[in-house]
């Protein structure tokens, strides 16, 4: 458990000078791996930093295995009560707005958007996984709902783009690869313990990945893109290991 929460835990997230000095690489060790004096650039060296997060997260995708489950669970060890969290509090939660549609855009064939009743037509899955969140907890829910991979095939997506990405009505956003996008276990998630989600936990509808970290399971999704443009994120932007998965 906290071998996995040390891996990923972004101690780059302000892409400082110091943080650079403090984690052992010397300027003169970027300077050769950018091929370009950095000392008198700050730019420069964050655009150095942020390329070798860029090529973390490629040897990342290249590990991992499609094939890999991650552990499920029985009802019995379901946490209750289920943790809420967000990058601003409860009270902030905002309500599902009344005209809501799920929207799809970028590289797919169908653009026409999606109401719950669409969706529940689509094949559904049901698991229970354990969340992991990167500020040090963890707790187990109990999701149903689609499965990214089906619901991409009902799209028409290019397949072999790069990543899907999820934007949220309330101002979130994360971002995954193609291959975890089509794990068996990544499901637009519906219901939580067979009840409809509610908006703290994401309605109308969230994304449930168990092989990634919490933060990559935007709640509240208002559109989901396909594109080979590197989509970042909100935690992602402020220095999150973007892949942050097994
Ligand atoms: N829309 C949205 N999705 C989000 C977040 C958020 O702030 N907004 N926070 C993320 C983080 S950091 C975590 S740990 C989980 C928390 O999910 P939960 O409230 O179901 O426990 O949601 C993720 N998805
Ligand atoms: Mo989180």
Redesign the pocket.
């Known amino acids: 458990m906290s071998d996995f929460r040390d891996k990923f835990r972004p101690d780059l997230r302000r892409l400082e000078r110091r943080h650079l000095i403090r984690g052992g690489l010397s300027l003169g060790a970027l300077t050769l791996l950018a091929g370009c004096d950095l000392s008198s650039d700050d730019s420069l060296i964050d655009r150095a930093l942020w390329a070798m997060l860029r090529f973390n997260d490629r040897v990342q995708a290249a590990l991992f295995n499609p094939n890999r489950l991650a552990q499920t669970y029985t009802s019995a060890d379901i946490t209750h009560p289920?943790?809420?969290?967000?990058?601003?509090p409860l009270e902030k939660v905002r309500p599902v707005p009344d005209d809501w549609q799920l929207e799809v855009t970028g590289l797919v064939n169908d653009k026409s958007p999606w109401t719950l009743q669409r969706l529940q037509t689509l094949p559904q899955e049901s698991q229970i996984t354990r969340?992991?969140?990167?500020?040090g907890w963890s707790?187990i829910?109990e999701w149903s709902g689609v499965p990214l991979r089906h619901f991409l095939y009902a799209v028409g997506a290019d397949l072999r783009a790069k990543y899907v990405s999820f934007d949220?009505?309330?101002?979130?956003?994360?971002s995954i690869d193609m291959a975890s996008a089509l794990h068996p276990q990544t499901i637009l998630a519906l219901d939580?313990e067979e009840q409809p989600l509610t908006p703290?936990?994401?309605a109308p509808v969230?994304?449930r990945i168990p092989t990634k970290?919490?933060?990559?399971?935007?709640?509240?999704?208002a559109a989901i893109t396909v594109t080979n443009e590197y989509p970042g994120g909100?935690?992602e932007d402020q220095g999150y290991n973007w892949f942050s998965g097994s």
Request: net charge positive.
């Open positions: 289920f943790r809420f969290n967000a990058y601003y969340h992991i969140c990167v500020e707790q829910g949220c009505f309330d101002d979130y956003s994360s939580f703290p936990w994401g969230r994304l970290l919490g933060f990559k399971n935007p709640k509240n999704i909100y935690w």
